[in-house]
């Protein structure tokens, strides 16, 4: 039986290497563009000290590194979070987190749409004085990169971390620029915790889009059907993608701040820091910033859609969702219809919002960004939950107190830190409806949860059914 009969079958094994999924996850959580437009909102919130609080994101990221990896040496799936979750919980919590997951992905993935197209028709009409329309823009972005994601798995991911290594090596060399246009003021500053304006509470201020920033740092989790020996190189891949983005934004932070020649009101009065940092210590390089803003774009957005669209296309496959989502292409074997889908939704999303909801681009990627971080970090807190629980039921030989119980708890903990600085009550519109939104999505998931369980009783047995290396 050939794959177009089967309709439904695995995804090709062994087509990625431990650096195919490291750069495709480090592409898809698009540093340039995140920092670009990040780092002004945790300088206002941390002064000089901005570095510290990206330190401190990092590491509570690397205790959801540890809650992922575990997961991944004990059922490598393509399900990522939805088949951990299922497994630890039952098939009504498996087929709600798809939902309320996969909400949250849509809704953060649409903010690098929503500014493809803006940031590539500034750069041509900044640097080629050439005028084309956003829309049409973002629209051959997304057929672009849909054509590759569905030719395949390799040649995707080579393209994603070509992009990234183009995208780093420019940030780098401005960065350094910055360095050395001022050496005088190279000092450990920017990293003392006297400098922290507001002290703790600077430092929470802007932690909630600091972990922002990391977003994607857990897609290579999704990539492991397609991956060589993925009980080992997924743990190892999610480790090293969180220290290395990290590393990469503590410098770009530190170089920032120097190239702002440790002036902190200046500082936090610059809506794109490292951009102006960079045109005033060598604005012949500006040019390279902006390419290295569609680099990341473009990075971002093949890894996004590589990686995302498999979770939406493994609960097709087991039956969580629609079961059409749950098909590959006869020749290819990839997951096309769950990428087109995706991908159709989140730039409907951006479209829709800005040609009839009348909202610029560069506002929406601040209201997607927040509202599709909530249902994001929900998850992560639930998977953090789910381990215990798993390794009690399923591996209870194999329980190891640290890495199976008191780093996920304590991950949970610390969570709730962004998360209550993305819901707390007082916020400005639309931001103050954002929280009440996730809810009334949560509670449609629940519900879909449990009907969907009810009217499948071989669920349970099908999550978590596609192990890998099985």
């Known amino acids: 039986m050939n794959i177009s009969e089967l309709g439904e079958t695995r995804l090709r094994r062994d087509a990625l290497s431990l650096s195919h999924i490291v750069a495709s996850t480090l592409a898809s959580i698009a540093p340039a563009m995140s920092f670009f437009f990040g780092f002004a909102v945790i300088v206002q919130g941390a002064g000089l000290a901005a570095p510290l609080t990206i330190l401190t994101a990092m590491i509570v990221i690397l205790f959801l590194t540890n809650t992922i990896a575990q997961f991944s040496r004990f059922l490598p799936s393509a399900g990522s979070f939805v088949t951990f979750c299922g497994k630890s919980f039952g098939p009504s919590v498996g087929a709600a987190v798809a939902v309320f997951l996969i909400f949250g992905y849509l809704v953060a993935a649409s903010t690098v749409v929503s500014i493809a197209g803006v940031w590539i028709a500034e750069t041509l009409k900044t640097f080629a004085s050439a005028t084309i329309p956003w ?96 009980r080992r190189n997924i743990p190892c891949a ?45 604005p012949v390089l500006l040019v390279v910033a902006y390419i290295a803003g569609v680099t990341s774009i473009l990075g971002s957005l093949i890894g996004l859609v590589n990686s995302q669209a498999r979770i939406l296309f493994n609960s097709g496959r087991e039956g969580l969702l629609p079961k059409f989502l749950g098909k590959i292409h006869p020749r290819h074997q990839t997951p096309h219809r769950a990428m087109w889908l995706f991908l159709v939704i989140a730039v409907a999303l951006i479209l829709g919002f800005s040609l009839f909801g009348k909202v610029a681009p560069m506002d929406y990627f601040g209201f997607a960004g927040t509202l599709g971080t909530i249902p994001i970090i929900l998850s992560y807190m639930l998977t953090n939950i789910a ?32 998360l209550w600085g993305l819901i707390q009550p007082g916020q400005r519109w639309p931001f103050n409806v954002f929280p009440w939104i996730a809810l009334g999505v949560l509670a449609m998931s629940i519900i879909y949860g449990i009907v969907i369980a009810r009217l499948s009783p071989g669920l349970a047995r099908r999550i978590g059914a596609h192990v890998a290396d099985l």
């Open 238 to 282: 999610l480790l090293t993608g969180t220290l290395a983005i990290g590393v990469f934004y503590i410098f770009l932070a530190y170089a920032t701040v120097v190239g702002f020649k440790m002036d902190a009101p200046a500082l936090g009065t610059s809506k794109l820091p490292f951009l102006d940092g960079l045109k005033a210590s060598a």
């Open 387 to 418: 381990l215990p629980v798993y390794v009690l039921r399923h591996h209870r030989g194999e329980l190891d107190m640290l890495r199976h119980v008191l780093l996920p708890i304590a991950g949970t903990l610390i969570m709730l830190v962004p």
């Open 135 to 230: 829309t049409i823009l973002t629209l051959l972005i997304a057929a672009g990169t849909g054509w590759l994601v569905m030719r395949g798995v390799a040649i995707s991911t080579l393209w994603a971390g070509i992009f990234f290594y183009f995208e780093a090596g420019l940030l780098v060399l401005g960065s350094l620029f910055m360095l050395f246009a001022h050496p005088h003021f190279l000092t450990l500053a920017p990293f003392q915790f006297s400098n922290l304006t507001g002290g703790l509470a600077g430092l929470g201020a802007g932690f909630p889009l600091a972990v922002y920033l990391f977003i994607g740092w857990e897609n290579s989790a999704t990539l492991a059907e397609e991956t060589e020996n993925p």
